[in-house]
């Protein structure tokens, strides 16, 4: 069954620096998605990226996030500047077609922010 | 803003009763339910969805209710087994301008042997 990798599996960083989060969608997947789980707590939606856009985001989703589909292949987030409460595991997700089937969740990334 | 509750926090059952989890949504805009099955440390993965125009699913021991007049929907897990603990979220999506998904906070359930 074709999944979902996401790259690293955990990153530790310093507050104040900058991450870059990556995922290599399913390759006939069209739609694009980022979310977050701090631990122990429900999964959040941060962003949708669809044709080279960002096409809805969240609260959360501040101008410290940035997306993008640099190679046509990797799907990245960016966190500019860390803070510690960015500390969870972020889960990068993709679909086919929008609405369809439910979503692919990557394996995640554990973000620490120390 | 949009908000999915979802009932009960924590489900312990006896191995082969049924367990029953409960969510409402706010938005009536709403027309897509997947429900996600996640364990310690793994990812959610999809194990049921309903959408809007439809009033009942069922995969094996897992069948899942929607309410569209109430924007109540359910899943219902019959004969329990240990392996069915987990966490398990409800979900609601909706397009607006892209399409959303609105996680429930979870029903940790356990499956006592």
């Known amino acids: 069954e074709p999944e979902v990798t996401q790259t690293p599996s955990h990153q530790v960083t310093q507050m104040g620096q900058e991450v870059i989060l990556r995922c290599v969608p399913i390759?006939?997947?069209?739609?694009f998605y980022w979310y977050r789980q701090i631990l122990g707590q429900k999964v959040e939606f941060l962003v949708s990226?669809?044709?080279?856009?960002?096409?809805?985001k969240s609260e959360i989703f501040d101008d410290q996030f940035s997306v993008e589909r640099p190679d046509g292949s990797n799907f990245t987030l960016k966190i500019r500047s860390t803070k510690l409460e960015d500390s969870a595991m972020y889960f990068c997700a993709t679909e086919r077609v929008q609405g369809r089937g439910g979503y692919t969740f990557g394996s995640g990334t554990r973000l620490t922010v120390v | 803003g949009e908000n999915v509750e979802q009932h009960p926090s924590t489900l312990s059952v006896q191995e082969g009763d049924s367990a029953v989890i409960k969510c409402t949504y706010s938005d009536s805009a709403s027309n897509y339910f997947p429900w996600y099955k996640q364990e310690l440390g793994k990812r959610p993965q999809l194990i049921i969805d309903?959408?809007?125009?439809?009033g009942e699913k069922k995969d094996q021991r897992i069948a899942v209710t929607l309410n569209k007049t109430a924007k109540h929907f359910s899943l219902h897990i019959t004969e329990t087994q240990p392996e069915d603990s987990a966490v398990y979220f409800c979900?609601?999506?909706?397009?607006?301008?892209?399409?959303?998904?609105?996680f429930g906070a979870g029903t940790r359930l356990f499956v006592k042997a």
């Open positions: 309903i959408r809007s125009n439809v």
């Open positions: 390759s006939n997947h069209l739609y």
């Open positions: 979900a609601a999506s909706f397009l607006t301008g892209g399409f959303k998904t609105i």
């Open positions: 990226f669809y044709n080279n856009e960002i096409s809805e």
